[in-house]
Protein backbone atom coordinates (compact mmCIF):
# COMPACT_ATOMS: atom_id res chain seq x y z
CA UNK A 1 0.00 0.00 0.00
CA UNK A 2 2.83 2.74 1.02
CA UNK A 3 4.77 1.63 -1.99
CA UNK A 4 1.71 2.70 -4.38
CA UNK A 5 0.85 5.58 -1.95
CA UNK A 6 4.25 7.45 -2.33
CA UNK A 7 4.39 8.02 -5.96
CA UNK A 8 0.75 9.60 -5.79
CA UNK A 9 1.84 11.76 -2.97
CA UNK A 10 4.63 12.68 -5.03
CA UNK A 11 2.41 13.86 -8.02
CA UNK A 12 -0.01 15.79 -6.01
CA UNK A 13 2.97 17.59 -4.48
CA UNK A 14 4.04 18.02 -8.31
CA UNK A 15 0.79 18.45 -9.76
CA UNK A 16 -1.00 21.56 -10.74
CA UNK A 17 -4.22 19.79 -10.46
CA UNK A 18 -3.98 18.59 -6.86
CA UNK A 19 -8.00 17.37 -6.89
CA UNK A 20 -7.63 15.15 -10.25
CA UNK A 21 -4.50 13.40 -8.65
CA UNK A 22 -6.09 13.10 -5.62
CA UNK A 23 -9.24 11.68 -7.40
CA UNK A 24 -7.39 9.52 -9.34
CA UNK A 25 -5.75 7.99 -6.44
CA UNK A 26 -8.73 6.93 -4.91
Do not use: C, D, H, W
Request: proline content about 4%; overall charge neutral.
Amino acid sequence: MLGQAKPYFTLILQSENRAEVEKAAQ
